[in-house]
T-cell receptor
Framework: EAQVTQNPRYLITVTGKKLTVTCSQNMNHEYMSWYRQDPGLGLRQIYYSMNVEVTDKGDVPEGYKVSRKEKRNFPLILESPSPNQTSLYFC??????????????????FGPGTRLLVL | AQSVTQPDIHITVSEGASLELRCNYSYGATPYLFWYVQSPGQGLQLLLKYFSGDTLVQGIKGFEAEFKRSQSSFNLRKPSVHWSDAAEYFCAVGPKTGAQKLVFGQGTRLTINP
């Protein structure tokens, strides 16, 4: 089954304790992205990656790191979590990078979400 | 700046009634347009998308949306809602070329009265 998986689904941690949220997709997608969802703000992009070893900042990258060593995995790293990073996090993937003529390639597929609480 | 506005934070409709969720966008050029639905405790599922051509697009679960360039709008509609449609709905826009950076609206929570 084609899917995007995230682990863990729920996490409670304390300020300053490094954590990693994993994201994996089995669709051979080039593009992967991380979003955070907060009430009243919708989803905001944290980081994205257009291919292996290619990553770039989204709208709210502060306090986060990512890596893309393999095509299927795109972990989100919080080196020193703070309470303002309490949020619902979504990983997404897509086949291509929005090239003209590839209509349909641009659809992003979302993981189930990771709910993080930082105390 | 790119932005998406969903003016209605919360909408309540009766089961069987018609539904329209509003979405307005501000973008440099005509973008790709999407509607996603998020059921409670679930991830986002794509309802429909507009890339070009016919401005009325059909999606899953009986939803449709109409792109109106002159109004920079992409409103979502359904003729008759079901209790299972209760969810949060997000409008999103993305560029036609380059990185797939989706910009989301704030979301509209839909409640269905029996």
């Amino acid at each position: 089954e084609a899917q995007v998986t995230q682990n863990p689904r729920y996490l409670i941690t304390v300020t300053g304790k490094k954590l990693t949220v994993t994201c994996s997709q089995n669709m051979n997608h080039e593009y992967m992205s991380w979003y955070r969802q907060d009430p009243g703000l919708g989803l905001r992009q944290i980081y994205y990656s257009m291919n292996v070893e290619v990553t770039d900042k989204g709208d709210v990258p502060e306090g986060y790191k990512v890596s893309r060593k393999e095509k299927r995995n795109f972990p989100l790293i919080l080196e020193s979590p703070s309470p303002n990073q309490t949020s619902l996090y979504f990983c997404a993937s897509a086949p291509g990078v929005g090239l003209i003529g590839l209509a349909g390639q641009e659809t992003q597929y979302f993981g189930p979400g990771t709910r993080l609480l930082v105390l | 700046a790119q932005s998406v506005t969903q003016p209605d934070i919360h909408i309540t409709v009766s089961e069987g009634a018609s539904l329209e969720l509003r979405c307005n966008y501000s973008y440099g050029a005509t973008p790709y347009l999407f509607w996603y639905v998020q059921s409670p405790g679930q991830g986002l599922q794509l309802l429909l998308k507009y890339f070009s051509g016919d401005t009325l697009v059909q999606g899953i679960k009986g939803f449709e949306a109409e792109f109106k360039r002159s109004q920079s709008s992409f409103n979502l509609r359904k003729p008759s809602v079901h209790w299972s449609d209760a969810a949060e709905y997000f409008c999103a826009v993305g560029p036609k070329t380059g990185a797939q950076k989706l910009v989301f609206g704030q979301g509209t929570r839909l409640t269905i009265n029996p």
